[in-house]
């Protein structure tokens, strides 16, 4: 069964960083792509980012680029996401989600979805 | 940037009723379209992929159609499990959600 368990995220203030991890099992982490994908409160879906299997690819919204990085550690089956620069309207929880392909395929989707972690932008 | 755009934003139905979400891109997606519902307090699940293809296990009232920029999620024989929110999503371009469409009584 597949399993994504989120940590690190928090209260942080206008300006500050989080970095943001999902522990993955129960599957072969290191040969499918990944993706962040977040809601603010009462709000609808936005992706983030996301990389590939290897790393070598990576993806942003436009609303984050520059701020945000993403990686990956294939040897702890382990998926990150730095948040800096962090605005008020970042507040929103982040999902770590498994791709249903090895990179950013067209006809690939977001497959398996990890239960969530709430960044709270506040001063 | 590809932008989705979903309706109706919400809609009131009753169990047995077949329902119908309309999802537009506003760009050719070929048929790089995929259907998440939502329920409160717990993670989106896929129900349709590549704008027609059901998930295992995802009952056969869903069903998807659509291509280019035009697509559409139809569930017929409403049931009360199916009351949440339904997402499209591109995959054409990176990837990027429809504002959903809140399906309630």
């Known amino acids: 069964e597949v399993q994504l368990l989120e940590s690190g995220g928090g209260l942080v203030q206008p300006g500050g960083s989080l970095r943001l991890s999902c522990a993955a099992s129960g599957f072969s982490f290191a040969t499918y792509a990944m993706s962040w994908v977040r809601q603010a409160p009462r709000q609808g879906l936005e992706w983030v980012s996301g990389l590939s299997d290897t790393g070598a690819g990576t993806y942003y919204a436009d609303s984050v680029k520059g701020r945000f990085t993403v990686s990956r550690d294939n040897s702890k089956n382990t998926l990150f996401l730095q948040l800096n620069s962090l605005r008020i309207e970042d507040t929103a929880v982040y999902y770590c989600?498994?791709?249903?392909?090895?990179?950013?395929?067209?006809?690939?989707?977001?497959?398996?979805w990890g239960q969530g972690t709430l960044v709270t932008v506040s001063s | 940037d590809i932008q989705m755009t979903q309706s109706p934003s919400s809609l009131s139905a009753s169990v047995g009723d077949r329902v119908t979400i309309t999802c537009r891109a506003s760009h050719y997606i070929d048929t790089s379209l995929n259907w998440y519902q939502q329920k409160p307090g717990k993670p989106p699940k896929v129900l349709i992929y590549t704008a027609s293809t059901l998930q295992d296990g995802v009952p056969s009232r869903f069903s998807g159609s659509g291509s280019g920029t035009h697509f559409t999620l139809t569930i017929t024989s409403l049931q009360p499990e199916d009351f949440a929110t339904y997402y499209c999503?591109?995959?054409?371009?990176?990837?990027?959600f429809g504002g959903g469409t809140k399906v309630e009584v």
């Open positions: 999503q591109q995959s054409y371009s990176v990837r990027s």
């Open positions: 989600v498994k791709e249903s392909r090895d990179y950013f395929h067209s006809r690939g989707y977001l497959e398996s």
